[in-house]
Protein backbone atom coordinates (compact mmCIF):
# COMPACT_ATOMS: atom_id res chain seq x y z
CA UNK A 1 0.00 0.00 0.00
CA UNK A 2 1.70 3.64 -0.65
CA UNK A 3 2.33 5.96 1.92
CA UNK A 4 1.95 9.59 2.02
CA UNK A 5 4.80 11.80 2.01
CA UNK A 6 6.94 11.80 4.67
CA UNK A 7 8.00 14.65 6.76
CA UNK A 8 11.66 15.28 7.15
CA UNK A 9 14.24 18.18 8.68
CA UNK A 10 14.36 21.25 7.65
CA UNK A 11 16.91 21.70 4.45
CA UNK A 12 18.03 25.21 4.62
CA UNK A 13 16.27 28.70 3.64
CA UNK A 14 15.28 28.62 0.04
CA UNK A 15 16.32 25.35 -1.12
CA UNK A 16 14.10 22.67 -2.64
CA UNK A 17 13.88 19.43 -0.59
CA UNK A 18 14.16 16.63 -3.30
CA UNK A 19 11.60 13.55 -3.09
CA UNK A 20 12.62 9.77 -3.43
CA UNK A 21 10.10 6.99 -4.00
CA UNK A 22 10.87 3.82 -2.13
CA UNK A 23 9.65 0.68 -3.80
CA UNK A 24 10.00 -2.16 -1.73
CA UNK A 25 6.97 -5.11 -0.72
CA UNK A 26 8.98 -5.84 2.43
CA UNK A 27 7.66 -3.01 5.07
CA UNK A 28 11.05 -3.65 7.25
CA UNK A 29 12.81 -2.14 4.37
CA UNK A 30 10.83 0.69 3.79
CA UNK A 31 10.64 1.52 7.38
CA UNK A 32 14.82 1.85 7.39
CA UNK A 33 15.22 3.39 4.43
CA UNK A 34 12.17 6.05 5.15
CA UNK A 35 14.12 6.84 8.39
CA UNK A 36 17.44 6.84 7.12
CA UNK A 37 16.24 9.20 4.11
CA UNK A 38 14.36 11.84 6.86
CA UNK A 39 17.15 11.95 8.48
CA UNK A 40 19.33 13.26 5.60
CA UNK A 41 16.65 15.81 4.95
CA UNK A 42 15.11 14.12 2.36
CA UNK A 43 11.15 13.71 1.70
CA UNK A 44 10.14 10.08 0.89
CA UNK A 45 7.01 8.43 -0.77
CA UNK A 46 6.40 4.83 -0.69
CA UNK A 47 5.06 1.95 -2.85
CA UNK A 48 4.78 -2.09 -2.11
CA UNK A 49 4.23 -2.83 -5.84
CA UNK A 50 5.59 -2.13 -9.23
CA UNK A 51 1.97 -0.93 -10.53
CA UNK A 52 1.65 1.61 -7.35
CA UNK A 53 5.59 2.87 -8.13
CA UNK A 54 4.23 3.70 -12.02
CA UNK A 55 1.21 5.29 -9.90
CA UNK A 56 3.03 7.29 -7.54
CA UNK A 57 5.80 8.15 -10.50
CA UNK A 58 2.95 10.13 -12.73
CA UNK A 59 1.37 11.34 -9.74
CA UNK A 60 4.34 12.96 -7.74
CA UNK A 61 7.24 12.94 -9.68
CA UNK A 62 9.74 12.29 -7.35
CA UNK A 63 13.21 13.24 -7.91
CA UNK A 64 14.91 9.59 -7.94
CA UNK A 65 13.25 6.33 -7.42
CA UNK A 66 14.81 3.41 -5.01
CA UNK A 67 13.62 0.04 -6.74
CA UNK A 68 13.60 -3.00 -5.36
CA UNK A 69 13.87 -6.14 -8.00
CA UNK A 70 12.51 -8.74 -6.40
CA UNK A 71 8.37 -7.96 -6.13
CA UNK A 72 5.29 -9.84 -6.99
CA UNK A 73 3.14 -9.50 -10.40
CA UNK A 74 5.27 -6.75 -11.73
CA UNK A 75 9.27 -7.05 -10.93
CA UNK A 76 11.64 -4.34 -10.91
CA UNK A 77 12.84 -5.32 -14.40
CA UNK A 78 9.20 -4.40 -15.24
CA UNK A 79 9.15 -1.57 -13.87
CA UNK A 80 12.28 0.01 -15.16
CA UNK A 81 11.92 -0.76 -18.19
CA UNK A 82 8.48 1.47 -18.46
CA UNK A 83 9.99 3.88 -16.83
CA UNK A 84 12.90 4.39 -19.05
CA UNK A 85 10.76 4.11 -22.14
CA UNK A 86 8.48 7.20 -21.15
CA UNK A 87 10.26 10.24 -22.10
CA UNK A 88 8.32 12.33 -19.70
CA UNK A 89 10.03 9.57 -16.79
CA UNK A 90 13.14 8.64 -18.07
CA UNK A 91 14.95 11.12 -16.92
CA UNK A 92 14.25 10.14 -12.66
CA UNK A 93 17.42 8.51 -12.00
CA UNK A 94 16.68 5.03 -10.38
CA UNK A 95 19.00 3.12 -8.17
CA UNK A 96 18.17 -0.83 -8.21
CA UNK A 97 18.33 -2.56 -5.08
CA UNK A 98 19.43 -6.02 -4.56
CA UNK A 99 21.18 -8.99 -2.49
CA UNK A 100 25.20 -8.01 -3.19
CA UNK A 101 25.50 -11.52 -4.27
CA UNK A 102 23.05 -11.31 -6.95
CA UNK A 103 25.83 -9.71 -9.81
CA UNK A 104 23.32 -10.78 -12.62
CA UNK A 105 20.15 -8.59 -11.74
CA UNK A 106 22.43 -5.56 -10.71
CA UNK A 107 24.14 -5.87 -14.28
CA UNK A 108 20.94 -6.28 -16.10
CA UNK A 109 19.08 -3.22 -14.08
CA UNK A 110 22.40 -1.07 -15.50
CA UNK A 111 21.43 -2.43 -18.76
CA UNK A 112 18.11 -1.22 -18.55
CA UNK A 113 18.99 2.10 -17.42
CA UNK A 114 19.39 2.02 -13.84
CA UNK A 115 21.74 5.06 -12.59
CA UNK A 116 23.36 3.37 -9.58
CA UNK A 117 22.50 -0.33 -7.36
CA UNK A 118 22.48 -0.89 -3.40
CA UNK A 119 22.95 -4.03 -1.61
CA UNK A 120 21.20 -5.53 1.07
CA UNK A 121 22.23 -4.76 4.05
CA UNK A 122 22.45 -1.13 3.17
CA UNK A 123 25.30 0.26 4.56
CA UNK A 124 24.71 4.03 5.40
CA UNK A 125 27.47 6.19 3.71
CA UNK A 126 27.35 4.38 0.72
CA UNK A 127 23.68 5.31 0.51
CA UNK A 128 24.51 9.00 1.01
CA UNK A 129 26.78 9.03 -1.26
CA UNK A 130 25.21 7.42 -4.15
CA UNK A 131 21.76 9.29 -3.30
CA UNK A 132 23.81 12.61 -3.36
CA UNK A 133 25.53 11.53 -6.93
CA UNK A 134 22.48 10.70 -8.68
CA UNK A 135 20.66 13.74 -7.20
CA UNK A 136 23.16 15.97 -8.40
CA UNK A 137 22.80 14.45 -11.80
CA UNK A 138 19.23 14.83 -11.69
CA UNK A 139 19.53 18.63 -10.42
CA UNK A 140 21.67 19.61 -13.35
CA UNK A 141 19.64 18.09 -16.02
CA UNK A 142 16.71 19.74 -14.60
CA UNK A 143 18.75 23.04 -14.73
CA UNK A 144 19.44 21.98 -18.40
CA UNK A 145 16.11 21.47 -19.45
CA UNK A 146 15.08 25.00 -18.10
CA UNK A 147 17.48 26.91 -19.69
CA UNK A 148 16.62 24.48 -23.23
CA UNK A 149 13.07 25.53 -22.46
CA UNK A 150 13.28 29.12 -21.74
CA UNK A 151 15.42 29.33 -24.51
CA UNK A 152 13.22 27.97 -26.94
CA UNK A 153 10.54 30.64 -25.44
CA UNK A 154 12.80 33.11 -26.20
CA UNK A 155 13.67 31.92 -29.71
CA UNK A 156 10.26 31.83 -30.47
CA UNK A 157 9.64 35.25 -29.23
CA UNK A 158 12.58 36.47 -31.25
CA UNK A 159 10.70 34.75 -34.64
CA UNK A 160 7.36 36.04 -33.88
CA UNK A 161 9.06 39.57 -34.04
CA UNK A 162 10.77 38.74 -37.19
CA UNK A 163 7.52 37.65 -38.50
CA UNK A 164 6.03 40.93 -38.26
CA UNK A 165 9.22 42.63 -40.52
CA UNK A 166 7.99 39.71 -43.20
CA UNK A 167 5.30 40.56 -46.17
CA UNK A 168 1.86 39.31 -45.40
CA UNK A 169 1.12 39.21 -48.64
CA UNK A 170 3.30 39.83 -52.19
CA UNK A 171 2.01 42.26 -54.21
CA UNK A 172 0.58 40.99 -57.70
CA UNK A 173 1.04 42.96 -60.63
CA UNK A 174 -1.53 42.05 -63.56
CA UNK A 175 0.53 39.30 -65.91
CA UNK A 176 2.64 38.49 -62.68
CA UNK A 177 2.73 35.98 -59.81
CA UNK A 178 4.96 36.19 -57.05
CA UNK A 179 5.13 33.48 -54.64
CA UNK A 180 7.52 32.80 -51.51
CA UNK A 181 8.33 30.16 -48.70
CA UNK A 182 10.18 30.49 -45.51
CA UNK A 183 11.52 26.57 -44.44
CA UNK A 184 11.78 27.28 -41.02
CA UNK A 185 14.52 25.42 -38.52
CA UNK A 186 15.03 24.89 -34.50
CA UNK A 187 16.84 27.93 -34.54
CA UNK A 188 15.97 31.25 -35.71
CA UNK A 189 18.62 32.67 -38.24
CA UNK A 190 18.92 36.11 -40.65
CA UNK A 191 16.58 34.90 -43.81
CA UNK A 192 14.93 37.83 -44.91
CA UNK A 193 12.48 38.83 -48.20
CA UNK A 194 10.25 41.47 -49.46
CA UNK A 195 8.10 42.46 -52.54
CA UNK A 196 6.61 46.27 -52.93
CA UNK A 197 5.74 49.04 -55.20
CA UNK A 198 8.07 51.37 -55.77
CA UNK A 199 8.33 55.28 -57.76
CA UNK A 200 4.77 55.38 -57.28
CA UNK A 201 3.89 51.58 -58.09
CA UNK A 202 5.96 51.60 -61.74
CA UNK A 203 8.37 49.21 -60.25
CA UNK A 204 8.43 46.47 -57.70
CA UNK A 205 11.27 46.29 -55.49
CA UNK A 206 12.10 42.22 -54.80
CA UNK A 207 14.59 42.10 -51.98
CA UNK A 208 15.97 38.35 -50.66
CA UNK A 209 18.98 38.11 -48.15
CA UNK A 210 20.77 36.50 -45.31
CA UNK A 211 22.12 37.80 -42.19
CA UNK A 212 25.87 36.05 -41.83
CA UNK A 213 25.99 33.11 -39.10
CA UNK A 214 22.83 31.97 -37.25
CA UNK A 215 21.38 32.88 -33.56
CA UNK A 216 20.28 36.26 -31.98
CA UNK A 217 22.76 38.56 -33.94
CA UNK A 218 21.33 37.73 -37.05
CA UNK A 219 17.73 37.61 -35.63
CA UNK A 220 18.31 41.40 -34.62
CA UNK A 221 20.05 42.47 -37.72
CA UNK A 222 17.35 41.16 -40.01
CA UNK A 223 14.81 43.67 -39.47
CA UNK A 224 17.36 46.60 -39.55
CA UNK A 225 18.60 45.63 -42.92
CA UNK A 226 15.41 44.67 -44.65
CA UNK A 227 13.96 47.89 -43.12
CA UNK A 228 16.74 50.04 -44.25
CA UNK A 229 16.68 48.88 -48.31
CA UNK A 230 13.32 49.44 -48.00
CA UNK A 231 13.37 52.82 -47.00
CA UNK A 232 16.13 54.12 -48.86
CA UNK A 233 14.88 52.09 -52.14
CA UNK A 234 10.60 53.83 -51.84
CA UNK A 235 12.27 57.48 -51.05
CA UNK A 236 11.06 60.09 -53.37
CA UNK A 237 13.47 63.02 -52.41
CA UNK A 238 16.37 60.39 -52.22
CA UNK A 239 20.02 62.21 -53.01
CA UNK A 240 22.48 59.80 -54.27
CA UNK A 241 25.77 59.60 -52.88
CA UNK A 242 28.67 62.27 -53.89
CA UNK A 243 25.36 64.51 -55.34
CA UNK A 244 24.46 67.80 -53.93
CA UNK A 245 21.48 68.17 -55.28
CA UNK A 246 18.67 65.89 -56.23
CA UNK A 247 17.59 64.62 -59.37
CA UNK A 248 15.21 62.59 -61.16
CA UNK A 249 16.10 58.94 -60.25
CA UNK A 250 16.38 56.15 -62.38
CA UNK A 251 16.41 52.09 -61.47
CA UNK A 252 19.98 52.05 -61.29
CA UNK A 253 20.55 55.28 -59.47
CA UNK A 254 17.53 54.41 -57.04
CA UNK A 255 18.49 50.95 -56.45
CA UNK A 256 22.62 51.47 -55.87
CA UNK A 257 22.10 54.78 -53.50
CA UNK A 258 19.92 52.39 -51.42
CA UNK A 259 22.24 49.97 -50.94
CA UNK A 260 25.11 51.97 -50.60
CA UNK A 261 23.43 54.19 -47.62
CA UNK A 262 22.69 50.83 -45.78
CA UNK A 263 25.94 49.96 -46.45
CA UNK A 264 27.59 52.95 -45.10
CA UNK A 265 24.98 52.94 -41.90
CA UNK A 266 25.86 49.10 -40.88
CA UNK A 267 28.99 49.13 -41.57
CA UNK A 268 30.00 52.04 -39.51
CA UNK A 269 27.50 51.64 -36.81
CA UNK A 270 27.40 48.05 -36.11
CA UNK A 271 30.89 47.22 -37.73
CA UNK A 272 32.03 45.50 -34.73
CA UNK A 273 29.69 43.15 -34.89
CA UNK A 274 31.01 41.78 -38.16
CA UNK A 275 27.36 41.28 -39.25
CA UNK A 276 26.86 41.19 -42.47
CA UNK A 277 23.87 40.43 -45.21
CA UNK A 278 24.11 38.48 -48.68
CA UNK A 279 21.49 40.27 -51.09
CA UNK A 280 19.43 39.88 -54.09
CA UNK A 281 17.96 43.22 -54.46
CA UNK A 282 16.56 44.54 -58.07
CA UNK A 283 13.76 46.74 -59.38
CA UNK A 284 11.62 45.16 -61.74
CA UNK A 285 9.39 46.87 -64.35
CA UNK A 286 5.98 44.95 -64.64
CA UNK A 287 5.20 46.49 -68.13
CA UNK A 288 8.03 46.13 -70.08
CA UNK A 289 9.93 42.74 -67.88
CA UNK A 290 12.63 44.72 -67.65
CA UNK A 291 14.99 43.93 -64.27
CA UNK A 292 17.92 46.15 -62.57
CA UNK A 293 18.88 44.27 -59.80
CA UNK A 294 22.50 43.37 -57.64
CA UNK A 295 23.89 41.06 -56.21
CA UNK A 296 25.94 41.31 -53.22
CA UNK A 297 27.20 37.70 -52.88
CA UNK A 298 24.24 36.19 -52.50
CA UNK A 299 23.19 32.52 -54.15
CA UNK A 300 23.03 33.29 -58.32
CA UNK A 301 19.13 33.05 -59.00
CA UNK A 302 18.01 31.13 -61.81
CA UNK A 303 15.66 31.86 -64.63
CA UNK A 304 13.54 28.90 -65.60
CA UNK A 305 10.44 28.50 -68.15
CA UNK A 306 8.67 25.24 -68.45
CA UNK A 307 11.04 23.54 -70.36
CA UNK A 308 14.03 23.99 -67.57
CA UNK A 309 16.92 26.48 -66.90
CA UNK A 310 17.17 29.47 -69.76
CA UNK A 311 19.91 31.46 -67.37
CA UNK A 312 21.39 32.05 -64.27
CA UNK A 313 22.17 35.93 -62.57
CA UNK A 314 26.17 35.44 -61.46
CA UNK A 315 26.66 38.22 -58.41
CA UNK A 316 27.72 41.48 -58.86
CA UNK A 317 29.15 42.60 -55.69
CA UNK A 318 30.44 42.16 -52.21
CA UNK A 319 27.98 41.64 -49.71
CA UNK A 320 26.39 44.44 -47.83
CA UNK A 321 27.10 45.70 -44.57
CA UNK A 322 30.57 44.35 -43.86
CA UNK A 323 33.10 47.20 -45.58
CA UNK A 324 32.51 50.86 -45.70
CA UNK A 325 32.82 52.56 -49.22
CA UNK A 326 32.22 49.22 -50.91
CA UNK A 327 30.42 49.91 -54.55
CA UNK A 328 27.79 47.84 -55.66
CA UNK A 329 28.00 47.52 -59.44
CA UNK A 330 24.59 46.36 -60.85
CA UNK A 331 23.27 43.97 -63.84
CA UNK A 332 19.98 44.17 -65.90
CA UNK A 333 18.38 41.22 -67.54
CA UNK A 334 14.29 40.98 -69.15
CA UNK A 335 12.01 38.48 -68.26
CA UNK A 336 10.20 37.42 -71.28
CA UNK A 337 6.18 36.13 -71.12
CA UNK A 338 6.45 32.21 -69.16
CA UNK A 339 9.72 33.12 -67.64
CA UNK A 340 10.47 32.76 -64.07
CA UNK A 341 12.81 34.39 -61.59
CA UNK A 342 14.03 31.39 -59.31
CA UNK A 343 15.79 33.63 -55.98
CA UNK A 344 16.65 31.20 -52.65
CA UNK A 345 19.31 31.30 -50.00
CA UNK A 346 22.21 28.99 -49.68
CA UNK A 347 21.03 27.13 -46.88
CA UNK A 348 19.00 25.02 -49.65
CA UNK A 349 22.37 23.84 -51.54
CA UNK A 350 23.60 23.46 -47.87
CA UNK A 351 21.12 21.47 -46.39
CA UNK A 352 21.97 17.99 -45.12
CA UNK A 353 21.05 14.34 -45.36
CA UNK A 354 21.76 11.64 -42.45
CA UNK A 355 24.90 11.53 -43.77
CA UNK A 356 25.74 14.85 -43.08
CA UNK A 357 25.65 15.69 -47.18
CA UNK A 358 25.25 18.52 -48.49
CA UNK A 359 22.31 18.81 -51.24
CA UNK A 360 24.70 20.76 -53.31
CA UNK A 361 23.95 22.05 -56.76
CA UNK A 362 24.30 19.32 -58.95
CA UNK A 363 20.66 17.96 -56.99
CA UNK A 364 19.07 21.29 -57.29
CA UNK A 365 19.80 22.06 -61.29
CA UNK A 366 18.44 18.62 -62.03
CA UNK A 367 15.30 19.52 -60.09
CA UNK A 368 15.01 22.46 -61.78
CA UNK A 369 16.19 21.12 -65.29
CA UNK A 370 12.82 19.12 -64.72
CA UNK A 371 10.66 22.52 -65.45
CA UNK A 372 7.19 23.50 -63.61
CA UNK A 373 4.24 24.51 -64.72
CA UNK A 374 3.83 27.30 -61.89
CA UNK A 375 5.18 29.08 -59.39
CA UNK A 376 3.44 26.63 -56.75
CA UNK A 377 4.85 23.54 -59.00
CA UNK A 378 8.21 24.60 -58.40
CA UNK A 379 8.43 25.51 -54.80
CA UNK A 380 6.38 22.21 -54.23
CA UNK A 381 8.93 19.87 -56.48
CA UNK A 382 11.58 21.48 -54.24
CA UNK A 383 10.26 21.22 -51.05
CA UNK A 384 9.30 17.35 -51.92
CA UNK A 385 12.99 16.58 -53.07
CA UNK A 386 14.22 18.56 -50.03
CA UNK A 387 12.24 16.31 -47.94
CA UNK A 388 13.83 12.92 -49.66
CA UNK A 389 17.27 14.02 -49.07
CA UNK A 390 16.80 15.30 -45.85
CA UNK A 391 14.72 12.01 -45.07
CA UNK A 392 14.21 13.05 -41.55
CA UNK A 393 17.28 15.31 -40.53
CA UNK A 394 16.10 18.61 -39.28
CA UNK A 395 17.60 21.84 -40.94
CA UNK A 396 20.73 23.33 -39.76
CA UNK A 397 19.06 26.80 -41.16
CA UNK A 398 15.92 28.42 -42.42
CA UNK A 399 15.67 27.76 -46.03
CA UNK A 400 13.97 30.97 -48.40
CA UNK A 401 12.42 30.22 -51.61
CA UNK A 402 10.96 33.18 -53.82
CA UNK A 403 9.72 32.88 -57.49
CA UNK A 404 8.68 35.50 -60.12
CA UNK A 405 6.69 34.40 -62.39
CA UNK A 406 5.71 36.75 -65.70
CA UNK A 407 2.46 34.58 -66.52
Known amino acids: MARCLRAARPTGPGRRRSTILIVDNEEFNVDYLEQELADLGYATLSAASGQEALTQTATAAPDLILLDIMMPTMNGFQVLEQLKADPTWRHIPVIIISALSDMVSIVKGIQLGAEDYLSKPFNPTLLRARLSSCLEKKRLHDQEMFYQRRLAHEQEIVRQLQATFLPTALPQPPGWTLTARLLAAPTVAGDFYDAFPVANGERIGLMIGTVDNQGGAAALLMPLFRSLLRANVTQEDLIPVGVRA ?147 VALDDEITLFVVSRT
Open 246 to 392: PRPLDDATRLQTAVTLTNEYIAHAHGPAGQFTTLFFGLLDPQTGALCYLNGGHEPPFILNTTGVKSRLPATGPVVGRWPGSTFPLATTCLAPGDMLFVFTASLTNAPNPQREPLGQVRLLQWLEKGAASPTALLDQIEAGLRTHRAG
